[in-house]
């Protein structure tokens, strides 16, 4: 680029981060809405004033770099098409293209920014594109290194007519024709020409901004009198046929129409030639909207029955649905999983590939072409067949060995068996008894649950499809023994806190340390204590199931709980699912509130999972396609979701698409959790190939159903960070614990452990408890870093056969609740004595000016930081008065009269936030509970890193304390009395 005036550091674009804020006024044409550049965000450019002839007050010059930007913000009234106008300069003769994203997917695709002659010459060019209502993100990346052009501004005028959604032929995919310019007239860069034989096809993509009929509407040229008939497709349905007669001339451009039903997003239009004649030559489709909308589902599928099994297969049988327009295909599912699909007037169909003797739950759905799909038919459950005769069992496994061990644990490894069919899984014996299984494919497993220092003798055994057991193979004995890396998070001991409960789903601890469940059946909720006294304390109105996975599902509490007593429930009700608040007091539910709906139900892919945010204080909430797949890239639709609220459910300002989502392109999201950076980490259901956990970003776009896992198209979309088969886990529940992502699976009956690396990925897979415990749901970590876990026998049909479980977490190096030399003291009172006088309000009688106490602990090994939390802990609340953080690890005390500020004075960058305003907030708050004796607790804090991420000083007390327990790998408390009086 030409040399351009220089720049201040001043004007750095850090400082250019107003964001234009306008809105789009209604009409039959609204007229142009100016945005100018100057009051965008600005990425690598620099607003300047040299080059006459701008509006506003300047334009924005771009770094000469591929990736500098601008972005505006635009509320439009209404989702439709805008025309957008930019005007800009460009002084050199090359051209400056730029990538047009809005709303974070790519809209135009380097829009060509040419030469203007000078930068004083200013040009504009014009794109359309489709904005959603509310707000919008409109971006412009530079894509070369010469950066962009001099911008102005851009305006935005958007129309209340339905858009037209346009494709060129050359643009489209093209199978036996090819794409020419030599006949004038065409639009684009030129035209295909079909082959001259029958099959030839041009296919193009349309994504419609919403589902409904639309006007498809084939520009074409025929300079011959035969009819060239082309036969129209959607994504792969039934086809129309079309006539394209002769137009007179190879010149002569004309027009043939259709109409078809489109869902919401991507379309498939291939338009085939049916004759040996080929197609015409076809120059672009374009389609319109035509409505009206139709968001009326298919009747259920009746009476579903089998007509047949084997031992390998179930043949299904089912009664027509009806639908307002058509039914155009049935989807098959075994319990939540896509098994097959037949096109609308089948009603038979036989699913292969099943495992013998094993019983199946087959649900029917109908769908017409929107697709709009109905609610399940009713269930069959069916039973495979025997497997054929085979009296032949596997040959021993061999060469059982130990390849690793911590202190809880032994790793096995094995030569495999074979088998004159197929080998289904081994057995693995600890001491005699049968302990847990492993895959038929496996050659490896984990043992856990087992205690340091005592010997086990271990032997595996091969299993085929008919049960033909082979012998053991050798035994061997090794002995659990503490070691490895510090910190590492290993199950040991299980017991069972509580039995008899109904698939126990949703699982949240309180602040005393017990914890309230759900059961999806019942509609239930409980209380839980670690020493096994169950309370009932309410059933949640309105909740409704489905048969399914719908019903009571996730719990959450705010860090606000022991202030406010709110618990979050997510359930399915009458309508649809719900997000709800109660409160919890007194062991009683009381004061339901829904705070967030319109999330569509189905049998199955209700999603369900409640995460509280710990950096921001929002509710993150998991949300299923409602097997409804088109629902997952609309962003008008809740389904198919992260969703992110505020604790009233109201939708925050930073949201990226204006509404409550946050993620799309999920099929059936459960677990949840976030990791030591306040990183959200999220576990899927996959349909027939592959389950994932994904690394949540802002906007992101996960690909479901064009892409399932690594599997599909997935190019555009984020890449899960793991991925099983759907036969080894259907992920439901997910917690983190010191960085390790625990993840609970049912149809896997197992729990997988990953480390997060420092490039974000999952490495170190362990696998714990294959077939132990059958089923497996939620997984949570508790207040002394050891798990709960519960079971999930809901496909026997039998109630109140789940369990829950706790599992010791033995930590490589010490436990996170250590005695000894970590221990926090103060030379000021001992450990549940009477905190002195002078440290509490009563020492000047007003609160915020208190002489805060000595302090003083020993170090932690492997802490990066320190943190302490001083909160009041009367009745099993957790009312934060100070938290000082960030103390660095060469430092073991704090003395006596701590300074004034956010930063302390003399504490080497430590900083500090109380409960007081003002000026208060920013000293020592002691205790002044106002004349009777009063329980506190100082807590000490080990942090894995030099600074608590995300805190700044306007965070509030309870996003303190979970930012710093999110980053804490251990803590222990200073426990003190008060009966100062105000």
Same mark, same amino acid.
Request: hydrophobic share 35%.
């Given at each position: 680029?030409?040399?351009?005036?220089?720049?201040?550091?001043?004007?750095?674009?850090?400082?250019?981060?107003?964001?234009?804020?306008?809105?789009?006024?209604?009409?039959?044409?609204?007229?142009?809405?100016?945005?100018?550049?100057?009051?965008?965000?600005?990425?690598?450019?620099?607003?300047?004033?040299?080059?006459?002839?701008?509006?506003?007050?300047?334009?924005?010059?771009?770094?000469?770099?591929?990736?500098?930007?601008?972005?505006?913000? !635009?509320? *439009?009234?209404? *989702?439709?098409?805008?025309?957008?106008?930019?005007?800009?300069?460009?002084?050199?003769?090359?051209?400056?293209?730029?990538?047009?994203?809005?709303?974070?997917?790519?809209?135009?695709?380097?829009?060509?920014?040419?030469?203007?002659?000078?930068?004083?010459?200013?040009?504009?060019? @014009?794109?359309?594109?489709?904005?959603?209502?509310?707000?919008?993100?409109?971006?412009?990346?530079?894509?070369? *290194?010469?950066?962009?052009?001099?911008?102005?501004?851009?305006?935005?005028?958007?129309?209340?007519?339905?858009?037209?959604?346009?494709?060129?032929?050359?643009?489209?995919?093209?199978?036996?024709?090819?794409?020419?310019?030599?006949?004038?007239?065409? /639009?684009?860069?030129?035209?295909?020409?079909?082959?001259?034989?029958?099959?030839?096809?041009?296919?193009? @993509?349309?994504?419609?901004?919403?589902?409904?009929?639309?006007?498809?509407?084939?520009?074409?040229?025929?300079?011959?009198?035969?009819?060239?008939?082309?036969?129209?497709?959607?994504?792969?349905?039934?086809?129309?046929?079309?006539?394209?007669?002769?137009?007179?001339?190879?010149?002569t451009w004309q027009t043939a129409t259709t109409s078809v039903t489109l869902k919401a997003g991507a379309n498939k239009i291939r338009a085939t030639a049916t004759t040996a004649n080929g197609g015409p030559n076809a120059d672009k489709l374009t389609a319109t909207f035509s409505g009206p909308v139709d968001n009326e589902p298919p009747t259920p599928p009746k009476n579903l029955r089998a007509t047949g099994h084997t031992s390998t297969s179930t043949s299904l049988a089912w009664d027509a649905a009806t639908d307002n327009v058509k039914v155009v295909g049935y989807d098959i599912y075994q319990h939540g999983q896509l098994m097959k699909s037949v096109d609308g007037e089948t009603l038979a169909a036989t699913v292969d590939g099943l495992e013998p003797d094993t019983d199946y739950d087959w649900t029917v759905f109908a769908k017409d072409a929107t697709p709009n799909v109905s609610q399940a038919s009713n269930n069959v459950i069916v039973r495979t067949d025997p497997a054929p005769p085979d009296t032949i069992p596997p040959s021993n496994p061999s060469n059982l060995r130990s390849t690793g061990k911590t202190a809880t644990s032994v790793d096995l490894a094995w030569t495999a068996s074979t088998d004159n069919v197929k080998v289904t899984g081994y057995e693995i014996f600890v001491d005699g008894a049968l302990k847990q299984t492993a895959d038929g494919t496996a050659t490896t497993a984990t043992v856990a649950g087992l205690t340091t220092g005592k010997e086990y003798a271990f032997k595996v055994r091969a299993k085929d499809a008919k049960n033909n057991l082979s012998g053991f193979s050798n035994e061997i004995k090794d002995t659990p023994a503490a070691g490895g890396p510090k910190g590492v998070p290993n199950p040991g001991t299980v017991t069972t806190i509580a039995n008899g409960v109904d698939v126990p789903w949703g699982l949240v601890f309180l602040p005393d340390g017990s914890a309230l469940f759900s059961e999806r059946e019942t509609f239930n909720i409980y209380r839980l204590t670690e020493g096994g006294s169950k309370t009932l304390v309410g059933? !949640?109105?309105?909740?409704?199931?489905?048969?399914?996975?719908?019903?009571?599902?996730?719990?959450?509490?705010?860090?606000?709980?022991?202030?406010?007593?709110?618990?979050?429930?997510?359930?399915?009700?009458?309508?649809?699912?719900?997000?709800?608040? %109660?409160?919890?007091?007194?062991?009683?539910?009381?004061?339901?509130?829904?705070?967030?709906?319109?999330?569509?139900?189905?049998?199955?892919?209700?999603?369900?999972?409640?995460?509280?945010?710990?950096?921001?204080?929002?509710?993150?909430?998991?949300?299923?396609?409602?097997?409804?797949?088109?629902?997952?890239?609309?962003?008008?639709?809740?389904?198919?979701?992260?969703?992110?609220?505020?604790?009233?459910?109201?939708?925050?300002?930073?949201?990226?698409?204006?509404?409550?989502?946050?993620?799309?392109?999920?099929?059936?999201?459960?677990?949840?959790?976030?990791? /030591?950076?306040?990183?959200?980490?999220?576990?899927?259901?996959?349909?027939?190939? %592959?389950?994932?956990?994904?690394?949540?970003?802002?906007?992101?776009?996960?690909?479901?159903?064009?892409?399932?896992?690594?599997?599909?198209?997935?190019?555009?979309?984020?890449?899960?960070?793991?991925?099983?088969?759907?036969?080894?886990?259907?992920? /439901?529940?997910?917690?983190?614990?010191?960085?390790?992502?625990?993840?609970?699976?049912?149809?896997?009956?197992? !729990?997988?452990?990953?480390?997060?690396?420092?490039?974000?990925?999952?490495?170190?897979?362990?696998?714990?408890?294959?077939?132990?415990?059958?089923?497996?749901?939620?997984?949570?970590?508790?207040?002394?870093?050891?798990?709960?876990?519960?079971?999930? *026998?809901?496909?026997?049909?039998?109630?109140?056969?789940?369990?829950?479980?706790?599992?010791?977490?033995?930590?490589?190096?010490g436990d996170p609740q250590p005695p000894g030399d970590f221990k926090l003291t103060s030379s000021a009172f001992a450990d549940n004595g009477n905190i002195p006088a002078k440290y509490t309000c009563a020492g000047d009688g007003s609160p915020g000016q208190d002489t805060s106490p000595p302090l003083t602990w020993g170090a932690k090994q492997d802490a990066k930081s320190y943190a302490i939390v001083f909160a009041d802990v009367a009745n099993g609340g957790n009312k934060l008065h100070w938290a000082i953080w960030d103390i660095p690890a060469s430092s073991l005390s704090l003395p006596e009269g701590l300074g004034a500020g956010f930063n302390v004075p003399g504490q080497n960058g430590a900083k500090q936030k109380a409960m007081g305003s003002g000026a208060n907030s920013q000293k020592y708050f002691g205790p002044c509970p106002g004349g009777s004796t009063h329980p506190y607790t100082f807590t000490l804090y080990a942090v894995n890193s030099a600074t608590v991420p995300g805190l700044t000083s306007s965070s509030t007390m309870a996003q303190i304390e979970t930012a710093i327990k999110n980053a804490s790998t251990a803590n222990t408390k200073l426990n003190g009395k008060s009966n100062a009086a105000a």
């Open positions: 680029m030409a040399p351009r005036t220089g720049r201040a550091g001043a004007l750095c674009v850090a400082a250019a981060t107003a964001i234009a804020m306008m809105s789009i006024p209604t009409g039959a044409s609204a007229a142009p809405v100016r945005y100018e550049a100057e009051n965008a965000a600005i990425s690598q450019g620099v607003v300047e004033s040299n080059h006459a002839g701008f509006s506003g007050t300047g334009f924005v010059n771009f770094d000469n770099v591929a990736g500098s930007s601008v972005e505006f913000t !635009v509320n *439009a009234a209404q *989702a439709g098409s805008a025309t957008l106008t930019f005007r800009y300069a460009n002084g050199t003769t090359e051209n400056r293209p730029v990538d047009v994203n809005v709303n974070g997917s790519l809209a135009v695709d380097e829009r060509a920014f040419a030469g203007t002659g000078a930068w004083t010459t200013w040009s504009s060019v @014009t794109n359309t594109v489709q904005l959603n209502q509310g707000s919008n993100k409109i971006k412009l990346t530079a894509t070369g *290194a010469l950066g962009g052009p001099n911008l102005d501004y851009v305006d935005v005028e958007q129309t209340t007519s339905a858009p037209a959604l346009e494709q060129e032929a050359e643009q489209a995919t093209i199978n036996q024709g090819v794409v020419e310019s030599n006949h004038a007239g065409f /639009s684009g860069t030129g035209f295909v020409n079909y082959n001259n034989v029958t099959g030839s096809y041009v296919e193009y @993509t349309i994504t419609a901004d919403q589902a409904g009929e639309h006007k498809l509407t084939f520009r074409y040229a025929n300079g011959t009198t035969t009819d060239r008939p082309l036969a129209i497709t959607v994504d792969g349905g039934t086809a129309t046929n079309l006539p394209f007669p002769g137009t007179g001339a190879w010149t059933k !949640v109105p309105n909740a409704v199931g489905t048969g399914g996975e719908g019903g009571l599902l996730g719990l959450e509490i705010a860090p606000t709980f022991s202030t406010d007593h709110y618990l979050y429930i997510y359930h399915t009700a009458s309508e649809g699912n719900r997000v709800v608040r %109660m409160k919890y007091e007194n062991n009683a539910l009381s004061e339901y509130k829904v705070l967030l709906q319109g999330i569509a139900k189905s049998r199955f892919h209700n999603g369900g999972r409640l995460r509280w945010g710990p950096i921001d204080n929002k509710l993150y909430v998991s949300v299923g396609d409602a097997q409804n797949d088109s629902r997952a890239q609309d962003k008008n639709s809740l389904n198919g979701k992260i969703l992110r609220i505020n604790p009233d459910g109201t939708i925050p300002a930073d949201n990226p698409f204006g509404n409550a989502v946050w993620t799309m392109g999920h099929r059936n999201p459960q677990g949840l959790d976030f990791d /030591s950076q306040g990183r959200l980490w999220q576990a899927e259901f996959g349909q027939s190939t %592959m389950d994932e956990v994904n690394l949540i970003q802002k906007g992101g776009n996960y690909g479901w159903p064009a892409c399932e896992g690594t599997s599909g198209n997935c190019s555009g979309y984020i890449a899960p960070k793991k991925t099983w088969s759907t036969s080894s886990a259907s992920p /439901s529940g997910l917690t983190i614990i010191n960085d390790y992502v625990f993840v609970a699976t049912t149809v896997g009956s197992r !729990v997988y452990r990953n480390r997060i690396d420092a490039n974000s990925n999952l490495v170190e897979q362990t696998t714990y408890f294959q077939g132990t415990y059958g089923r497996l749901r939620t997984v949570e970590v508790d207040k002394e870093g050891d798990i709960w876990l519960t079971t999930s *026998a809901d496909k026997d049909g039998n109630p109140n056969n789940d369990k829950i479980l706790h599992v010791d977490i033995v930590y490589s190096g």
